[in-house]
């Protein structure tokens, strides 16, 4: 794309200006790992979707993605992610014994995405190449659930695909505890915010709770935000299975990501 046709998208409506980045140059993708509590290695890494440094009028996910959602347009920025993924992946494999790497690869898909229609289709014909990694899909619901039975009904049929899925800052938004006996789930994932308040009584009776519940319901537990070792140490004594954050470590390029991948990967 010519370089005045980019800088004139920051001159349009959002939706358009979301639609032309995706079938233009792209959405660009960082990655944040995510570290286990018992041995202090790689235990998956999350994929997370950043405004194109060569478009103009850069936005923070936290803008962009919710106008994606109002414009109807989650599902085909989760899958121009998801798409972006698999190449990269398979880049790295091509470069490191990556493909055979236990540990999932998350993507964050909108509660709108897995209520749509032809989303677990082009899902389907997406994951038809092989080899591909094991895949998470982080369920975030900054978009809301108006029709629960056709999001259980694709999320089953992605568990069929061997796809996991992980609710996403659970009872922020409109994740509740219902979602954990409707839905296949296998992950919770607690909100930065609560980790935040870890450096009180009730933050931590609070979270304490939280992966209670989820070990019981026999799920895996990662908290996300984590700044220092404080959290760290509260969390690992909660039970936590996996933790994410700056303390631990940023999201990271493509590059610094498989470089990550290769030093902290269990042996
Ligand atoms: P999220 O999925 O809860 O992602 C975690 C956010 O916390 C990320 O912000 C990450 O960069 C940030 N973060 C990581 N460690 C720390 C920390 O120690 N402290 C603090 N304060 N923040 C930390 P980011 O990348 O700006 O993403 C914001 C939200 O946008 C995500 O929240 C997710 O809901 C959404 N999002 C991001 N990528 C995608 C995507 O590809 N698809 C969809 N549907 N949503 C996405
Ligand atoms: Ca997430
Ligand atoms: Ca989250
Ligand atoms: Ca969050």
């Not at 899902?123 to 990694?133: K, M, N």
């Not at 009872?171 to 979602?179: A, L, M, P, S, V």
Request: net charge negative; aromatic share 8%.
């Amino acid at each position: 794309m010519p370089e005045c046709a980019i800088s004139e998208l920051g001159k349009i409506d959002p939706a358009t200006r979301i639609r032309d980045v995706i079938r233009s140059v792209g959405f660009d993708l960082v990655f944040q790992p995510k570290v286990a509590f018992s041995h202090g290695k790689l235990g998956g890494i999350e994929v997370l979707v950043r405004w194109p440094e060569v478009v103009a009028g850069r936005q923070a996910p936290d803008q962009f993605v919710p106008l994606a959602e109002q414009h109807g347009l989650a599902p085909m920025l989760d899958l121009h992610v998801l798409e972006r993924t698999l190449r990269t992946w398979r880049s790295w494999s091509a470069l490191t014994r990556l493909c055979w790497s236990p540990f999932p690869i998350s993507v964050n898909v909108s509660a709108m995405s897995v209520q749509d229609e032809d989303f677990l289709r082009s899902v389907t014909w997406l994951l038809a190449e092989s080899p591909r990694p094991k895949l998470m899909f982080e369920l975030t619901e900054t978009a809301p659930f108006h029709n629960p039975l056709a999001a259980a009904q694709t999320l089953e049929a992605l568990s069929g695909h061997g796809i996991q899925v992980s609710l996403d800052d659970f009872c922020t938004g409109f994740n509740n505890h219902e979602r954990l006996d409707t839905l296949p789930v296998a992950e919770l994932k607690i909100d930065r915010e609560d980790t935040a308040k870890l450096d009180t009584i009730a933050g931590i009776r609070h979270v304490g709770q939280m992966i209670e519940q989820a070990k019981a319901a026999g799920l895996t537990v990662t908290a996300e935000g984590i700044e220092c070792r404080d959290q760290w140490k509260t969390l690992r004594t909660l039970g936590c299975d996996y933790g994410q954050g700056y303390w631990l470590c940023p999201p990271l390029s493509a590059s610094d990501a498989v470089e990550f991948v290769q030093d902290y990967t269990p042996s």
